[in-house]
């Protein structure tokens, strides 16, 4: 069993930076690729980045390329996820979630941490 718990999230006006976390807990964090997705009011969830269990392979969703980094730290048992230059298109609940390999479908993540709210106002 893995625990996730997110937190850094909240409100940061357009063009602003935020970086959310997720901590780990359980069993043991370095053996599990982590993702983040996100949800935004009446849509659906959304891949956002993904990092493999040893920083070996990183992968971002097109709307987020360019602007968003994910890091991992295994000895704090801690995935970062670095939002720049965000837009109201950004706002959304953010997940992360813990999973076997580093893809991009949500079924595949078998934990998930509860969310963080990120707002972007204009």
Not at 88 to 111: H, K, L
Request: charge should be positive; charged fraction near 15%.
């Amino acid at each position: 069993q893995v625990m996730l718990v997110e937190s850094g999230g909240g409100s940061v006006q357009s063009g602003g930076s935020l970086r959310i976390s997720c901590v780990a807990s359980g069993r043991t964090f370095s053996d599990y690729a982590v993702a983040w997705f996100r949800q935004a009011p009446g849509k659906g969830r959304e891949f956002v980045s993904v990092i493999s269990w040893n920083s070996g392979y990183i992968y971002h969703s097109n709307s987020v390329k360019g602007r968003f980094a994910i890091s991992r730290d295994n000895a704090k048992n801690t995935v970062w996820l670095q939002m720049n230059s965000l837009n109201s298109e950004d706002t959304a609940v953010y997940y992360c979630a813990a999973g076997g390999t580093a893809n991009t479908d949500s079924v595949t993540y078998r934990y998930w941490g509860q969310g963080t709210q990120v707002t972007v106002t204009s």
